[in-house]
Nanobody, 120 residues
Framework: QVQLQESGPGLVKPSQTLSLTCTISGGSITSNYYYWSWIRQPPGKGLEWMGAIAYSGSTYYSPSLKSRTSISRDTSKNQFTLQLSSVTPEDTAVYYC????????????WGKGTLVTVSS
């Protein structure tokens, strides 16, 4: 059973960079054909897929966030990270990490999520 845990600051100031880490247990970030995603949900709104890093290390981003988003991984720590630059209050959301295999439609496993508030 794969378990995912998000960690990072709960409060970020406008114009700064939001950084979150997802720690994986019960699985490996290099497991063949798995994709590791960041997804967010602003208050009162739906889920938004932000981007993913593949088992190969390739990255994929939502076109609407691509210019501000970077996803990387640390294979030695079995972690992947999200950086979102130039944040505004509209980036306030619960941020989730999740994973899926190439064979499934939806996410197979989710973290519990972490609330990040952008405010001065």
């Amino acid at each position: 059973q794969v378990q995912l845990q998000e960690s990072g600051p709960g409060l970020v100031k406008p114009s700064q960079t939001l950084s979150l880490t997802c720690t994986i247990s019960g699985g490996s970030i290099t497991s063949n054909y798995y994709y590791w995603s960041w997804i967010r949900q602003p208050p009162g709104k739906g889920l938004e897929w932000m981007g993913a890093i593949a088992y190969s290390g390739s990255t994929y981003y939502s076109p609407s966030l691509k210019s501000r988003t970077s996803i990387s991984r640390d294979t030695s720590k079995n972690q992947f990270t999200l950086q979102l630059s130039s944040v505004t209050p509209e980036d306030t959301a619960v941020y989730y990490c999740a994973t899926k295999s190439i064979a499934t439609m939806g996410m197979d496993y989710w973290g519990k999520g972490t609330l990040v508030t952008v405010s001065s």
